[in-house]
């Protein structure tokens, strides 16, 4: 029998019918109530003390749509224009910042979100404490949600190293919808960043190669990031012209 490969960006979860109604958050906060996290997780640990932790099945597939749905129909997205390298340009991704009131404001590339309340969105709630369950003894108080329209959409390399989360910040991030690569390298040395020039300098650049994991991030998934991943790592989620789907994705995190 003919089989194929199948290519990241290819949706292997095609959505069942949804019973959500953008006047009603019934369907969404029901999908909450009835599940237990899926005990089943993997532990990388990438050395230094830095870690991350992915729970494949973190939400069952029925109710990560129901939200799915809630998240891409109920949230005010935005695309904001932002500065990268002395220029502007309009980020690649919608996005939307939600916050407990009095914290640091989020400033990213010349940008200041908007902080929505948490009270705007019961489901966030209920996706928040699920996702405090999960990870016992972590206090997230704020999130940056992502929406990728399509595979143009994308995130390029950076880390979340911002002052305002302290130096061993735990992220943990959601995904909703098509599955999408997941990309993190070695943060370069001094060295690796201005190897000088010649023969020498080349060598040594052969030689160390930035370590590089990759992660297929699934719907329902939960990947955390943990320790000093911000400070020696950088994480992205390349275009790619595989996934024509949206996918949303929630990434948690405690202002200091
Ligand atoms: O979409 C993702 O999985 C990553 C998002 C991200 O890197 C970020 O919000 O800083």
Redesign the pocket.
């Known amino acids: 029998m003919a089989s194929r490969l199948r290519l990241s960006g290819e949706n292997p979860n095609p959505r069942p019918r949804s019973n959500y109604t953008p006047d009603s958050n019934d369907a969404a906060r029901e999908g909450a109530a009835e599940w237990k996290p899926e005990a089943r997780r993997e532990v990388t640990d990438l050395g230094d003390g830095s870690e991350l932790v992915h729970v494949p099945r973190f939400v069952p597939r029925e109710a990560a749509w129901e939200w799915f749905d809630y998240l891409d129909k109920r949230i005010p997205w935005a695309r904001p224009t932002i500065r990268v390298f002395g220029r502007s340009a309009v980020q690649p991704r919608d996005i939307c910042y939600v916050s407990d009131e009095g914290l640091t404001d989020l400033k990213y590339s010349g940008h200041q979100p908007h902080a929505h309340s948490w009270d705007e969105f019961p489901v966030l709630k209920d996706i928040l404490k699920a996702v405090h369950e999960a990870l016992p003894g972590s206090h997230f108080n704020s999130l940056?949600l992502?929406r990728?329209k399509t595979g143009s959409d994308y995130?390029s390399w950076?880390a979340?190293d911002e002052s305002l989360y302290g130096p061993t910040p735990e992220i943990a991030?959601v995904?909703f919808g098509c599955e999408r690569e997941?990309l993190l390298r070695k943060k370069p040395t001094r060295s690796q960043a201005s190897p000088g020039s010649g023969e020498a300098a080349r060598k040594r650049l052969k030689v160390s190669a930035p370590q590089q994991h990759s992660f297929l991030?699934k719907h329902g998934s939960l990947l955390v990031m943990r320790g000093y991943t911000q400070r020696d790592w950088q994480?992205s989620?390349p275009k790619r012209a595989k996934a024509s789907s949206p996918r949303i994705?929630l990434?948690f995190r405690q202002v200091l």
């Open positions: 940056l992502n990728y995130v950076h979340d991030s995904t997941f991030l994480h989620v994705n990434t």
